[in-house]
């Protein structure tokens, strides 16, 4: 009775055992016992999603720098390249007005008034300080006794008076030979020669009387430059203005660039006065040499 109660209990446990065996047979193959994700996987592919996330948007970002810095490269490729057209621009409108300059003689009239203003002007400078040069050695030779010396003080005249006595000479003798007046030429150049003389007697004669040549030479260079430039400033003076009374003939009747009337004709009257009957006056003359001389 007992071995028959143990075998029936065997035959269920087998039963429920092929039982349970058929349920699980109906469901081990289904792809989602191993298609789902564990916890650890699920962290692991969230982990992963965030990288890939942050990947792009810097792939995004350095694609935007990119473009930004190649519109940038473009934009100042532009500006440089417009800076150039730009000085290509002016540089050839000067070059045209270089050459309207050059080819223009109103123009070539001005630029000759400028040159004779900076060379007269130069010149006047080295006179200058020649005669500051000569007078101060003047003094040094006529009286190195000192300040309490009254002829101390008196000697920087000297030497001034010979040196403006040259300049008025020499200068005015230009001005004059403007307006024809060459007599008394001769009187002129005695009276230049004499005062260069003199100024260069009174610079050297302390080395000269001790046969000191070399510094006689020495100091002698500063009266002789300014004798020099004397004579440069009436030869210059005197071809500077032919030259723009010449240039102003020339220019005379053609249109002003500004739009003003031409300049007025030469009068082919003279008159003469009391005093200078011994050449022309041409009352128009001043208009065209004195406004350049």
Same mark, same amino acid.
């Given at each position: 009775?007992?071995?028959?109660?143990?075998?029936?209990?065997?035959?269920?446990?087998?039963?429920?055992?092929? $039982?349970?065996?058929?349920?699980?047979?109906?469901?081990?193959?289904?792809?989602?016992?191993?298609? #789902?994700?564990?916890?650890?996987?699920?962290?692991?592919?969230?982990?992963?999603?965030?990288? %890939?996330?942050?990947?792009?948007?810097?792939?995004?970002?350095?694609?935007?720098?990119?473009?930004?810095?190649?519109?940038?490269?473009?934009?100042?490729? @532009?500006?440089? %390249?417009?800076?150039?057209?730009?000085?290509?621009?002016?540089?050839?409108?000067?070059? %045209?007005?270089?050459?309207?300059?050059?080819?223009?003689?109103?123009?070539?009239?001005?630029?000759?008034?400028?040159?004779?203003?900076?060379?007269?002007? !130069?010149?006047?400078?080295?006179?200058?300080?020649?005669?500051?040069?000569? !007078?101060?050695?003047?003094?040094?030779?006529?009286?190195?006794?000192?300040?309490?010396?009254?002829?101390?003080?008196?000697?920087?005249?000297?030497?001034?008076?010979?040196? +403006?006595?040259?300049?008025? %000479?020499?200068?005015?003798?230009?001005?004059?030979?403007?307006?024809?007046?060459?007599?008394?030429?001769?009187?002129?150049? /005695?009276?230049? +020669?004499?005062?260069?003389?003199?100024?260069?007697?009174?610079?050297?004669?302390?080395? +000269?009387? $001790?046969?000191?040549?070399? *510094?006689? #030479?020495?100091?002698?260079?500063?009266? +002789?430059?300014?004798?020099?430039?004397?004579?440069?400033? *009436? /030869?210059?003076?005197?071809?500077?203005?032919? !030259?723009? @009374?010449?240039?102003? *003939?020339?220019?005379?009747?053609?249109?002003?660039?500004?739009?003003?009337?031409?300049?007025?004709?030469?009068?082919?009257?003279?008159?003469?006065?009391?005093?200078?009957?011994?050449?022309?006056?041409?009352?128009? !003359?001043?208009?065209?040499?004195?406004?350049?001389?």
């Amino acid at each position: 009775m007992l071995d028959e109660q143990t075998s029936d209990d065997d035959v269920a446990r087998l039963a429920r055992r092929v $039982e349970k065996a058929r349920g699980r047979l109906a469901y081990q193959f289904d792809p989602a016992l191993t298609g #789902a994700l564990s916890e650890e996987e699920l962290v692991a592919e969230r982990e992963l999603a965030e990288r %890939i996330r942050t990947q792009d948007r810097d792939q995004r970002w350095k694609q935007a720098e990119a473009a930004s810095a190649a519109s940038d490269r473009s934009r100042n490729t @532009s500006e440089a %390249i417009e800076k150039a057209e730009i000085r290509d621009l002016l540089l050839a409108r000067k070059a %045209i007005a270089a050459q309207r300059r050059a080819s223009s003689p109103h123009a070539r009239l001005a630029s000759l008034y400028r040159h004779r203003s900076w060379s007269l002007g !130069a010149l006047a400078g080295v006179v200058a300080a020649g005669m500051l040069w000569s !007078a101060v050695n003047v003094q040094h030779n006529i009286a190195p006794g000192g300040p309490t010396d009254p002829l101390y003080w008196f000697s920087y005249l000297l030497e001034a008076m010979i040196s +403006v006595s040259l300049i008025i %000479i020499m200068i005015g003798t230009n001005k004059v030979t403007e307006w024809g007046v060459l007599d008394n030429r001769n009187q002129v150049a /005695a009276a230049e +020669v004499a005062l260069l003389a003199l100024t260069v007697g009174l610079n050297t004669y302390p080395y +000269v009387s $001790e046969g000191r040549w070399f *510094d006689a #030479a020495v100091h002698g260079v500063a009266p +002789v430059m300014i004798g020099v430039a004397l004579l440069i400033h *009436d /030869a210059a003076s005197a071809r500077y203005g032919r !030259a723009i @009374s010449y240039a102003t *003939d020339q220019v005379r009747n053609l249109p002003d660039p500004a739009g003003h009337d031409p300049l007025p004709e030469r009068s082919s009257e003279n008159t003469r006065s009391g005093a200078d009957a011994g050449f022309p006056m041409d009352l128009h !003359a001043p208009l065209v040499q004195g406004a350049h001389s």
